[in-house]
Protein backbone atom coordinates (compact mmCIF):
# COMPACT_ATOMS: atom_id res chain seq x y z
CA UNK A 1 0.00 0.00 0.00
CA UNK A 2 1.39 3.61 -1.02
CA UNK A 3 1.98 6.05 1.51
CA UNK A 4 -1.01 8.14 -0.51
CA UNK A 5 -3.01 5.19 0.27
CA UNK A 6 -2.76 5.03 3.85
CA UNK A 7 -2.65 8.73 4.65
CA UNK A 8 -5.95 8.35 2.46
CA UNK A 9 -7.13 5.23 4.61
CA UNK A 10 -6.24 7.46 8.21
CA UNK A 11 -8.53 10.25 7.32
CA UNK A 12 -11.23 8.47 6.13
CA UNK A 13 -10.86 6.34 9.76
CA UNK A 14 -10.55 9.83 11.23
CA UNK A 15 -13.90 11.22 9.61
CA UNK A 16 -15.93 7.67 10.35
CA UNK A 17 -14.67 8.32 13.80
CA UNK A 18 -15.59 11.76 14.17
CA UNK A 19 -18.86 10.81 12.65
CA UNK A 20 -19.68 8.31 15.06
CA UNK A 21 -18.73 10.76 18.00
CA UNK A 22 -21.02 13.18 16.70
CA UNK A 23 -23.56 10.92 16.57
CA UNK A 24 -23.26 9.77 20.08
CA UNK A 25 -23.02 13.07 21.44
CA UNK A 26 -26.84 13.98 19.23
CA UNK A 27 -27.87 10.83 21.07
CA UNK A 28 -26.38 12.21 24.30
CA UNK A 29 -28.54 15.28 24.35
CA UNK A 30 -31.42 13.61 22.70
CA UNK A 31 -31.72 11.34 25.74
CA UNK A 32 -31.13 14.43 28.35
CA UNK A 33 -33.53 16.34 26.63
CA UNK A 34 -36.24 12.76 26.93
CA UNK A 35 -35.27 12.71 30.62
CA UNK A 36 -35.88 16.28 31.40
CA UNK A 37 -38.56 16.65 29.96
CA UNK A 38 -40.14 14.10 32.39
CA UNK A 39 -39.53 16.34 35.67
CA UNK A 40 -40.86 19.10 37.16
CA UNK A 41 -38.98 21.40 39.65
CA UNK A 42 -40.55 21.70 43.53
CA UNK A 43 -40.31 24.71 45.64
CA UNK A 44 -38.21 22.20 47.61
CA UNK A 45 -35.48 22.45 44.92
CA UNK A 46 -36.63 18.50 44.03
CA UNK A 47 -36.96 17.60 40.05
CA UNK A 48 -39.61 15.61 40.91
CA UNK A 49 -39.92 12.54 38.10
CA UNK A 50 -43.66 12.98 36.43
CA UNK A 51 -43.45 9.68 34.21
CA UNK A 52 -43.17 5.87 34.89
CA UNK A 53 -42.91 4.96 39.17
CA UNK A 54 -42.12 1.34 39.89
CA UNK A 55 -43.82 0.03 42.60
CA UNK A 56 -42.04 1.08 45.45
CA UNK A 57 -42.28 4.97 44.47
CA UNK A 58 -39.28 5.59 42.90
CA UNK A 59 -39.05 6.94 38.72
CA UNK A 60 -38.41 4.58 35.72
CA UNK A 61 -36.67 5.59 32.34
CA UNK A 62 -36.09 3.75 29.28
CA UNK A 63 -32.39 3.42 27.87
CA UNK A 64 -30.73 1.43 25.59
CA UNK A 65 -33.19 -1.17 25.85
CA UNK A 66 -33.57 -1.37 29.48
CA UNK A 67 -35.65 0.39 32.28
CA UNK A 68 -33.61 2.09 34.91
CA UNK A 69 -34.39 3.58 37.89
CA UNK A 70 -34.68 7.44 37.10
CA UNK A 71 -32.57 8.68 40.08
CA UNK A 72 -29.59 6.94 39.06
CA UNK A 73 -29.82 7.72 35.49
CA UNK A 74 -30.04 11.19 36.37
CA UNK A 75 -26.63 10.30 38.66
CA UNK A 76 -24.74 9.00 35.92
CA UNK A 77 -25.94 11.55 33.35
CA UNK A 78 -24.67 14.67 35.29
CA UNK A 79 -22.19 13.18 37.55
CA UNK A 80 -20.77 9.94 35.90
CA UNK A 81 -20.41 5.98 36.47
CA UNK A 82 -21.96 4.61 39.98
CA UNK A 83 -19.03 1.86 40.58
CA UNK A 84 -20.53 -2.00 41.71
CA UNK A 85 -21.67 -2.13 45.22
CA UNK A 86 -23.21 1.16 45.44
CA UNK A 87 -26.25 3.11 45.80
CA UNK A 88 -27.82 6.51 45.12
CA UNK A 89 -29.65 7.66 48.43
CA UNK A 90 -31.98 10.40 48.08
CA UNK A 91 -30.76 13.56 50.37
CA UNK A 92 -34.71 14.81 50.48
CA UNK A 93 -35.88 11.72 51.12
CA UNK A 94 -37.85 11.91 48.11
CA UNK A 95 -38.01 9.08 46.06
CA UNK A 96 -39.45 10.73 43.05
CA UNK A 97 -36.62 13.20 42.66
CA UNK A 98 -33.82 13.22 40.58
CA UNK A 99 -31.83 16.35 40.83
CA UNK A 100 -28.41 15.45 40.66
CA UNK A 101 -27.50 17.80 43.93
CA UNK A 102 -30.03 15.64 46.10
CA UNK A 103 -28.39 12.58 45.35
CA UNK A 104 -25.23 10.92 46.76
CA UNK A 105 -23.74 7.60 46.48
CA UNK A 106 -23.68 5.26 49.91
CA UNK A 107 -22.40 1.33 50.22
CA UNK A 108 -24.87 -1.04 50.20
CA UNK A 109 -24.17 -1.94 53.85
CA UNK A 110 -24.77 2.00 54.70
CA UNK A 111 -28.12 1.71 53.05
CA UNK A 112 -29.30 -1.59 54.75
CA UNK A 113 -27.93 -0.13 58.28
CA UNK A 114 -30.05 3.14 57.63
CA UNK A 115 -33.08 1.14 56.27
CA UNK A 116 -33.11 -1.18 59.16
CA UNK A 117 -32.49 2.03 61.81
CA UNK A 118 -35.42 3.58 59.92
CA UNK A 119 -38.05 1.04 60.01
CA UNK A 120 -37.19 0.62 63.81
CA UNK A 121 -38.13 3.97 64.15
CA UNK A 122 -41.52 3.36 62.40
CA UNK A 123 -42.34 0.97 63.97
CA UNK A 124 -42.11 2.38 67.13
CA UNK A 125 -44.02 5.38 66.24
CA UNK A 126 -46.79 2.71 65.13
CA UNK A 127 -46.62 1.15 68.75
CA UNK A 128 -46.37 4.90 69.79
CA UNK A 129 -49.83 6.24 67.69
CA UNK A 130 -51.70 2.22 68.60
CA UNK A 131 -51.22 3.01 72.46
CA UNK A 132 -52.43 6.13 71.97
CA UNK A 133 -55.33 5.05 69.89
CA UNK A 134 -56.08 2.52 72.41
CA UNK A 135 -56.28 5.26 75.54
CA UNK A 136 -58.54 7.26 73.75
CA UNK A 137 -60.54 4.36 73.30
CA UNK A 138 -60.47 3.10 76.58
CA UNK A 139 -61.60 6.83 78.00
CA UNK A 140 -63.78 6.56 75.43
CA UNK A 141 -65.58 3.53 77.00
CA UNK A 142 -65.42 4.26 80.32
CA UNK A 143 -67.43 8.04 79.94
CA UNK A 144 -69.97 5.42 78.08
CA UNK A 145 -70.21 3.00 80.90
CA UNK A 146 -70.09 5.95 83.28
CA UNK A 147 -73.59 7.90 81.64
CA UNK A 148 -75.21 4.12 81.24
CA UNK A 149 -74.63 3.62 85.27
CA UNK A 150 -76.01 7.09 85.46
CA UNK A 151 -79.13 6.06 83.36
CA UNK A 152 -78.59 7.41 80.35
CA UNK A 153 -79.87 4.81 77.49
CA UNK A 154 -77.63 4.28 74.96
CA UNK A 155 -80.29 5.77 72.54
CA UNK A 156 -79.86 8.85 74.29
CA UNK A 157 -76.50 9.05 73.32
CA UNK A 158 -76.14 10.80 70.29
CA UNK A 159 -72.32 11.47 69.94
CA UNK A 160 -69.53 10.44 71.79
CA UNK A 161 -65.78 11.86 69.63
CA UNK A 162 -64.30 9.22 68.79
CA UNK A 163 -66.47 6.47 68.58
CA UNK A 164 -67.96 4.64 65.10
CA UNK A 165 -71.29 3.73 64.62
CA UNK A 166 -70.35 -0.16 64.81
CA UNK A 167 -68.82 0.59 67.97
CA UNK A 168 -71.79 2.20 69.53
CA UNK A 169 -74.57 -1.01 68.05
CA UNK A 170 -71.40 -3.34 69.69
CA UNK A 171 -71.76 -1.68 73.49
CA UNK A 172 -75.61 -1.41 73.15
CA UNK A 173 -75.60 -5.30 72.17
CA UNK A 174 -73.28 -6.11 74.74
CA UNK A 175 -75.05 -4.38 77.05
CA UNK A 176 -78.59 -5.67 76.41
CA UNK A 177 -77.11 -9.47 76.71
CA UNK A 178 -75.67 -8.28 79.86
CA UNK A 179 -79.42 -6.67 80.90
CA UNK A 180 -81.00 -9.89 80.28
CA UNK A 181 -78.85 -12.38 81.40
CA UNK A 182 -80.45 -15.02 84.02
CA UNK A 183 -77.53 -17.02 85.71
Known sequence: MSRSQVVLLQSLQVGLLNAEHKRNIRLQ????????EKIKISNSGCWEWHASLNNVGYGRFFYQGKLRRAHRFS???????????LVIDHLCKNRRCVNPDHLYIKNIEEGLEQNYVKLIDEYKEMRKEYANELDTNQKIVVELN????????IKEIKEVEGIKEKSRAEIEDKTERERTYVG
Do not use: A, D, M
Not at 30 to 36: A, G, S, V
Not at 75 to 85: A, R
Open 29 to 36: ELTKTRFL
Open 146 to 153: NQIQHGVE
Open 75 to 85: YELHKGPISEG
